[in-house]
């Protein structure tokens, strides 16, 4: 699928024109107090700009070169890199890796465990994998659970939005948080107000 890096960058200038808040995963992020961020399908470069002015070191990378194009002429003093996560290897670790934006969905079936073993190998001890996707296009929760724990993470929050309100069974959308340290429990997680919700759902 190819992409226009212009085109789509446009739908969030016209947002924030109109006054809409455009920086919820930023501020998600920003929450967990990382000092390095791997912006992972970074697309135009919205969330790692910001990231960025915030005063996280950042670096974003994408498969598609037009978006990449874009987010270089907004943020030129930034490394942004054209390539597959799965494939690519840095030569560092950051606190966060962060797939924003339905990142897991655009990955082709068959090739999503690699994604996540990608992200994983990025990852600092500490670190925390951060996803936001939309849940009911075909792509199983405990799919990509299961992928992150086959890589050594497990879940530590989960929330229905980028601004923290609770996952339910309803939720269309979620905003998972992994991380490398053992869970006391392997069956449940704790959401916010103190609900658990089965790893099987």
């Known amino acids: 699928m190819g992409w226009d890096g212009e085109s789509y960058q446009a739908r969030f200038d016209r947002l924030a024109a109109a006054g809409e808040h455009v920086h919820g995963e930023a501020d998600f992020v920003a929450g967990l107090e ?8 970074c697309g135009t470069g919205r969330v790692a700009i910001e990231l960025a002015r915030r005063g996280i070191d950042v670096i974003g990378i994408d498969l598609d070169g037009s ?8 943020a030129p ?10 494939a690519v290897r840095l030569d560092r670790r950051f606190d966060v890796v962060l797939m924003a934006g339905n990142v897991p969905l655009f ?24 996803a936001g996707f939309q849940i009911r296009r075909g792509f199983r929760l405990s799919t990509y659970d ?6 050594g993470l497990h879940l530590a929050e989960r929330h229905a939005t980028w601004d923290r309100q609770p996952f339910d069974d309803g939720a269309d959308y979620a905003v998972s ?8 429990d392997l069956g449940k997680v704790v959401l916010r107000g ?3 919700v089965s790893r099987d759902r």
């Open 34 to 41: 990382p000092a390095s961020v791997l912006d992972a399908g």
């Open 177 to 184: 948080v992994h991380r490398w340290s053992a869970p006391t």
């Open 107 to 130: 990955t082709p079936p068959g090739t999503r465990s690699g994604l996540i073993d990608g992200c994983a190998r990025h990852l600092a001890p500490g670190g925390a994998l951060v």
């Open 67 to 74: 978006m990449i194009q874009t987010a270089t002429r907004l």
């Open 77 to 86: 003093d930034l490394e942004w890199i054209v390539g597959d996560l799965s």
């Open 194 to 196: 103190g609900a658990q």
């Open 146 to 151: 299961g992928y992150c724990t086959a890589v």
